[in-house]
């Protein structure tokens, strides 16, 4: 079956011809892949400052952000069955008996780092047609959702992030309406936007744009307000949404998040999930952060990969998404290719949100 595969130590990436997976247990499904997201790990991952193949294999297949059809399973399966759409989770536990965390499925909070992922860490991705996986590691889809049920996956990152807020809120037991200012306008900002606008904040999103628009025409149709970072500082932006009580940094610019920072209201939260590349040190005012996060009682938090309770609140919430704005919610999806065209999905798009790789129909 053809796959899309990256060789690190050749600097290579192309189509090539992988053999097809079998269930080899009783407790394992086959998949046909219908469509994989590409996001900026992938970017990475192709441009080889990233990715590792699994032990034994010069390639890994890239691609983690799936949609797939049941087609076959083994004899123990009882969660799916042949025909359901299903989602798969990115990370698998670590071997180590004494994480606690892997060991009670929470392996997004790895104590050793030998986790492996999907796509990304020594384990074969979904860019391909076919893929084995246990159960425990699938997410049934409602069918109305095929058309954007790729999304599922970048949508975690804003679900777990949510939980984490509402976890680490909990310190505050009133009631009282949050201001949320997302910090980029990808579809993981977007998809954040969209997730926190649900849970009824008053969302804002802070952005630079690729044609320096003054307007976001998605964050129009679903009532969040857009600030453009080309003509707003920071400290404009600040004073147009008032006092800030959770950001959602969804873009891996380390200046521009410590520049907010110090603008964050009282008892607020700050969830950093990009991960910035190593651009060197830039100068940030120490004092005025720490400051203003012990006299107002700040909390800084980092946020990555998501547990299956994540993936649960994902597929409910975009089932809201697709309900409220059908357009724009699939507007989010700007390109689609065929497998021998994942190079170009790959490809930056200017003026894009989210390309996928369109494997199967159906
Ligand atoms: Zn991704
Ligand atoms: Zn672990």
Not at 188 to 216: Q, T
Not at 315 to 334: C, K, M, N, Y
Request: aromatic content about 6%.
């Amino acid at each position: 079956m053809r796959a899309v595969a990256v060789y690190p130590s050749k600097h290579e990436v192309r189509v090539i011809d992988h053999p097809e997976p079998r269930i080899t247990s009783a407790t394992q499904a086959r998949m046909r892949v219908f469509d994989v997201g590409v996001c900026g790990t992938d970017r990475d991952i192709v441009s080889f400052q990233f990715g590792t193949p699994p032990e034994g294999s010069d390639y890994l297949i890239i691609g983690h952000e799936s949609l797939s059809e049941v087609v076959d399973v083994g004899a123990q399966v009882s969660k799916v069955k042949p025909g359901d759409l299903v989602v798969m989770t990115v990370r698998r536990p670590c071997p180590h008996p004494s994480c606690v965390a892997c060991r009670q499925g929470r392996q997004d909070f790895c104590y050793t780092g030998d986790f492996t992922e999907r796509g990304i860490k020594q384990s074969h991705g979904y860019m391909t047609e076919f893929v084995v996986e246990e159960e425990r590691y699938l997410h049934v889809v409602p069918r109305e959702l095929r058309d954007v049920a790729v999304l599922v996956e970048p949508l975690t990152i804003a679900e777990k992030s949510l939980e984490q807020i509402w976890t680490v809120q909990s310190r505050l037991p009133w009631d009282r309406q949050h201001r949320a200012v997302v910090l980029g306008a990808g579809p993981v900002g977007i998809l954040g936007a969209m997730a926190l606008n649900v849970e009824g904040f008053d969302v804002s999103v802070y952005s630079r744009s690729p044609n320096h628009a003054e307007k976001n025409p998605i964050l129009d149709a679903i009532g969040v307000r857009y600030i453009a970072a080309e003509t707003h500082s920071t400290e404009e932006m600040a004073k147009m949404v008032g006092p800030i009580d959770v950001v959602y940094e969804a873009t891996g610019a380390s200046g521009v998040a410590f520049d907010v920072l110090k603008h964050l209201g009282p008892n607020a939260v700050f969830v950093f999930t990009g991960v910035p590349g190593h651009h060197g040190p830039i100068p940030v005012d120490t004092d005025e952060i720490m400051r203003n996060m012990v006299l107002n009682n700040q909390l800084v938090l980092g946020s990555v990969n998501a547990p299956p309770q994540a993936f649960q609140s994902a597929i409910q919430h975009l089932g809201v998404f697709a309900e409220r704005w059908p357009d724009a919610l699939r507007s989010v999806i700007t390109g689609r290719f065929p497998i021998e065209h994942a190079l170009d999905a790959l490809k930056n798009q200017p003026g894009g949100v989210k390309n996928v790789v369109a494997i199967s129909e159906g």
